[in-house]
Every structure is written in structure tokens, then in C-alpha cells.
């Protein structure tokens, strides 16, 4: 247990999560076109509604309405 908190410490230690977020975001994109779809894929993987939100605004992603 302990290896494993171990080696998620010194893995974001070395990655910010943000940036994480941004290139699954941006793969997520290659394959998938409605929003929801695209967070439910990112949420599924682990990121916090309000990351992915960050990174889609961010990259000026289209909500639609």
C-alpha cells in the first residue's frame, strides 16, 4: 500500500494534473464531438468535473447550447 502511495506522489509530483487533463482532453476530441460525451469519458478516467471544465475553457472547446 505504501509503494503504491509512493509511486503516486513522485508521478504527480513529476505531472501536473492539469496537463494531464489537457492531452486526454485533447484525444478524447479526436474520437468523440458532443461535450457531455467527452466528459463522461474524462470524469470515467478520473478527472474532477472542474478540471475538465478548466481544460475545456481553456482550449475554447464549443459547449453548444
Same mark, same amino acid.
Request: glycine share 4%.
Given at each position: ?8 506522489? *513522485? /508521478? /504527480? ?33 478520473? /478527472?474532477?468535473?472542474? *478540471? ?8 475554447? /472547446?464549443?459547449?453548444?447550447?
Amino acid at each position: 500500500r505504501n509503494a503504491a502511495k509512493k509511486a503516486l506522489d *513522485e /508521478f /504527480f509530483e513529476e505531472h501536473n494534473q492539469m496537463e494531464i487533463c489537457r492531452r486526454a482532453l485533447k484525444k478524447a476530441r479526436a474520437t468523440k464531438n458532443d461535450p457531455d460525451k467527452i466528459k463522461a469519458s474524462l470524469m470515467q478516467k478520473g /478527472f474532477s468535473l472542474k *478540471e475538465i471544465e478548466s481544460a475545456m475553457k481553456e482550449s475554447d /472547446f464549443e459547449y453548444g447550447c
